[in-house]
C-alpha cells in the first residue's frame, strides 16, 4: 500500500519519473505495510530526517536495507527519495530507496565510493575570491559533477572583496580559459540579497541544487541568503589562508520560499571524484582538442617530441590533468593489480635507494 500527494511533494523536488519509481519500488515490498514517499533531508550516524512535503520524521533505516546497500559498495544520501513507515509504537522505518535520477560521488583515500548528494539538478560549485582562489581545486569539482546528469554552476563568492571590476575580470578570465566551454561563471557577494536573484534561473519550483566547496568558500551563507532566513551558522574564516573552520558539520536539505530545495554540504578539503578517464577528458577538453596536433598517435603528453598539449596547456593545468586520469585508473583497477602497482612502486622505491648508495659508496 502506497500513499503519495505528488502535488505536496513536488516542492520537494518530486518528478513525475521519480514518481513512477516509488510506485515500482512499493510494488516489491509487504502491500499490508502503509509506506509513503519522504525525501532524505539530514543524514545522521544512526538516523534520518525524512521530510513528506508537510513535516520532518525522524526515521531509522531497516537493517536489511543497509545490508543491502553496503553489499553493493552504496549508501543512502540527502536527496535520496525513500519509502517510509511507522511500526506499531509510531517509530518511522526506511523500507527502500527510490533509484535516484543523478548522484554526485565521491572516492576515499582507500578508493571506497561515498554518496555526496542525489537527485540534484544543478551543484552550485562555491569557490570565494579572496585567498579560497583555486583553479586546480575547481577543476577537481568540475570532474566529481561532469557526466553525473547534473549541471554545473561556478559560483566566486566574495566578490566584495575584490579591488575592482578589473581584478574581477581577470579571475573569471582565468577560469574560462581552464574549464570547459559553455560552463556558466557567477561572480557574487553571497551577503547579498541580489545573489538570490542572480542564481533565479536554478531555483524554479521542483528544482534541487547542491552547493559544494571547500570550507569558508560562503556556501552556508549563500544557503542563508537562498531562504532569506539565517537557518545555517556561518563563520569567519583565518586570514593567513582563507580557510574555514567547518562551521557546516552535515549535509542538509532545506526547501525554499519559491518551490526549490538546496542542500548544503560541509567543506571538502581532499576532493577524490570518482570520474572515469571519459569524465576526466571532458573536464580538461582543451587536452581532448590538442592530442591529435601530437606527432605520436599514442603520446602521452609528457616527455615525448612535439607534445601539441604541452606547448598549449599550463603546466599545472596539465599536472593535475595527469594526477586526476592517475586516480582514475587506480580506481577501475582490481585488488590485485593495485597489490600488484604497490609492490612495483616499492620495487622501484628499494631500486632507487640502491642507487643513491652506489654514489655515496655506501655499501
Known amino acids: 500500500m502506497m500513499q503519495l500527494d505528488f502535488e505536496r511533494l513536488r516542492s520537494m523536488g518530486l518528478t513525475p519519473a521519480l514518481a513512477n519509481q516509488a510506485m515500482a519500488c512499493a510494488a516489491q515490498l509487504d502491500g499490508a505495510v502503509a509506506l509513503a514517499a519522504m525525501r532524505l533531508a539530514v543524514l545522521h550516524r544512526e538516523t534520518v530526517q525524512l521530510h513528506?512535503?508537510?513535516?520532518?520524521?525522524?526515521?531509522?533505516?531497516?537493517?536489511?536495507?543497509?545490508?543491502?546497500?553496503?553489499?553493493?559498495?552504496?549508501?543512502?544520501?540527502?536527496?535520496?527519495?525513500?519509502?517510509?513507515?511507522?511500526?506499531?509504537?509510531?517509530?518511522?522505518?526506511?523500507?527502500?530507496?527510490?533509484?535516484?535520477?543523478?548522484?554526485?560521488?565521491?572516492?576515499?583515500?582507500?578508493?571506497?565510493?561515498?554518496?555526496?548528494?542525489?537527485?540534484?539538478?544543478?551543484?552550485?560549485?562555491?569557490?570565494?575570491?579572496?585567498?579560497?582562489?583555486?583553479?586546480?581545486?575547481?577543476?577537481?569539482?568540475?570532474?566529481l559533477v561532469q557526466g553525473s546528469g547534473v549541471a554545473p554552476v561556478i559560483?566566486?563568492?566574495?566578490?566584495?572583496?575584490?579591488?575592482?571590476?578589473?581584478?574581477?575580470?581577470?579571475?573569471?578570465?582565468?577560469?574560462?580559459?581552464?574549464?570547459?566551454?559553455?560552463?556558466?561563471?557567477?561572480?557574487?557577494?553571497?551577503?547579498?540579497?541580489?545573489?538570490?536573484?542572480?542564481?533565479?534561473?536554478?531555483?524554479?519550483?521542483?528544482?534541487?541544487?547542491?552547493?559544494?566547496?571547500?570550507?569558508?568558500?560562503?556556501?552556508?551563507?549563500?544557503?542563508?541568503?537562498?531562504?532569506?532566513?539565517?537557518?545555517?551558522?556561518?563563520?569567519?574564516?583565518?586570514?593567513?589562508?582563507?580557510?574555514?573552520?567547518?562551521?557546516?558539520?552535515?549535509?542538509?536539505?532545506?526547501?525554499?520560499?519559491?518551490?526549490?530545495?538546496?542542500?548544503?554540504?560541509?567543506?571538502?578539503r581532499a576532493l577524490r571524484p570518482d570520474a572515469d578517464e571519459a569524465r576526466v577528458a571532458a573536464t580538461f577538453g582543451d587536452v581532448a582538442a590538442l592530442a591529435p596536433l601530437c606527432r605520436f598517435r599514442n603520446c602521452t603528453h609528457r616527455e615525448e617530441p612535439g607534445c601539441a598539449v604541452r606547448e598549449g596547456v599550463a603546466d599545472d593545468r596539465l599536472r593535475n590533468y595527469h594526477k586526476l586520469l592517475r586516480e582514475a585508473k587506480r580506481d577501475t583497477m582490481s585488488a590485485l593489480e593495485r597489490q600488484r602497482q604497490v609492490a612495483m612502486w616499492k620495487a622501484r622505491g628499494r631500486a632507487g635507494a640502491a642507487r643513491a648508495k652506489a654514489k655515496r659508496g655506501i655499501g
Not at 107 to 134: E, K
Not at 218 to 245: C, F, H, P
Open 52 to 143: 513528506d512535503g508537510a513535516h520532518e520524521h525522524t526515521a531509522r533505516v531497516l537493517p536489511r536495507l543497509a545490508r543491502a546497500l553496503a553489499e553493493e559498495e552504496d549508501a543512502l544520501a540527502v536527496g535520496d527519495w525513500v519509502l517510509a513507515a511507522p511500526d506499531a509504537h509510531g517509530e518511522y522505518w526506511v523500507h527502500a530507496r527510490v533509484p535516484p535520477q543523478t548522484r554526485l560521488v565521491r572516492r576515499d583515500a582507500d578508493g571506497r565510493r561515498h554518496p555526496v548528494v542525489a537527485n540534484v539538478d544543478t551543484a552550485l560549485l562555491v569557490m570565494g575570491l579572496d585567498a579560497d582562489f583555486n583553479p586546480r581545486r575547481m577543476e577537481r569539482f568540475l570532474a
Open 155 to 268: 559560483v566566486l563568492s566574495k566578490a566584495d572583496t575584490v579591488a575592482d571590476a578589473r581584478a574581477l575580470f581577470a579571475r573569471m578570465q582565468t577560469l574560462r580559459e581552464r574549464l570547459p566551454a559553455g560552463v556558466e561563471i557567477v561572480a557574487l557577494d553571497a551577503r547579498d540579497a541580489e545573489a538570490a536573484a542572480c542564481l533565479a534561473q536554478h531555483t524554479l519550483p521542483g528544482r534541487t541544487l547542491a552547493l559544494l566547496g571547500s570550507s569558508g568558500a560562503g556556501k552556508s551563507t549563500l544557503t542563508n541568503t537562498l531562504l532569506g532566513a539565517a537557518r545555517q551558522d556561518t563563520g569567519a574564516v583565518r586570514e593567513s589562508d582563507g580557510r574555514g573552520q567547518h562551521t557546516t558539520t552535515a549535509r542538509s536539505l532545506f526547501r525554499l520560499p519559491g518551490g526549490a530545495c538546496v542542500i548544503d554540504t560541509p567543506g571538502l
